[in-house]
């Protein structure tokens, strides 16, 4: 099977502007997270999606924002990018049961200037 | 909210030493632990899971992790390193027990280093 897939790989966006991520579970999976990787805070849950729904939300501003199709293919939102957005977002998928890992894609490295 | 602690920054080891990399975990009910590798300029490759059975869980690339409910702690393991095996390790936690949530939290990270 294919793996999570997350395009693009790198972004370098202007303070302001918006950014659409977008990611490819692996086929069969319903759930799709995302998480922020910075140096100085870590990994941090921004949001889960299965079946179309936002199930999970973490402690982002209304900044952040994302949606899932029909599909499972999953995409997240920054509007008005901060200089503090630059990070490396992954997106991780499983099957949607509690007792299954997540598998992650290789990440969108985002830099803002 | 659950959490995990990985107290040491960097671990250092000889290849063909045996590995360890610490983790703690606070939670409330029963935990759902999880270990994973990244690799520069990768996403997170899942090595192993804890959720309930054997305090020995087995996983990918030779690697187990112990889990000690009374230490509240599930230490990944690694009878000999290889120096591929140098990334940085992380030990996270469902942050919360409840079915329909994949939320993790993770801990800071160990920084693996194989000394060949």
């Known amino acids: 099977k294919a793996g999570v897939t997350q395009t693009p790989r790198y972004l370098i966006k202007t303070r302001g502007q918006q950014v659409t991520l977008s990611c490819s579970p692996i086929s069969g999976h319903r759930s799709v997270s995302w998480y922020q990787q910075t140096p100085g805070q870590g990994l941090q849950f921004l949001f889960e999606?299965?079946?179309?729904?936002?199930?999970n939300k973490g402690n982002f501003p209304g900044r952040f924002s994302g949606r899932q199709f029909s599909n499972s293919r999953s995409e997240m939102n920054v509007s008005t990018l901060e200089l503090g957005d630059s990070a490396l977002y992954l997106c991780?998928?499983?099957?949607?049961?509690?007792?299954?890992?997540?598998?992650f894609g290789p990440g969108t490295r985002l830099t803002v200037t | 909210a659950q959490s995990v602690a990985q107290p040491e920054d960097q671990v250092n080891v000889a290849e063909g030493n045996p590995l360890t990399v610490k983790c703690t975990y606070s939670?409330?009910?029963?935990?759902?632990l999880f270990w994973y590798v990244q690799y520069p300029n990768r996403g997170l490759q899942f090595l192993l899971k804890y959720i309930t059975g054997d305090n020995l869980v087995k996983g990918s690339y030779g690697f187990e992790a112990e889990f000690n409910k009374s230490q509240t702690s599930f230490h990944l393991k690694k009878p000999s390193a290889l120096v591929s095996d140098s990334a940085l390790y992380f030990c996270a936690v469902r942050d919360a027990p409840y079915y329909g949530n994949n939320r993790l939290a993770f801990g800071k990270g160990n920084q693996v280093v194989v000394i060949p």
């Open positions: 991780a998928s499983s099957l949607g049961t509690r007792t299954y890992e997540q598998y």
């Open positions: 999606y299965f079946s179309e729904t936002q199930r």
């Open positions: 939670v409330s009910g029963n935990p759902y």
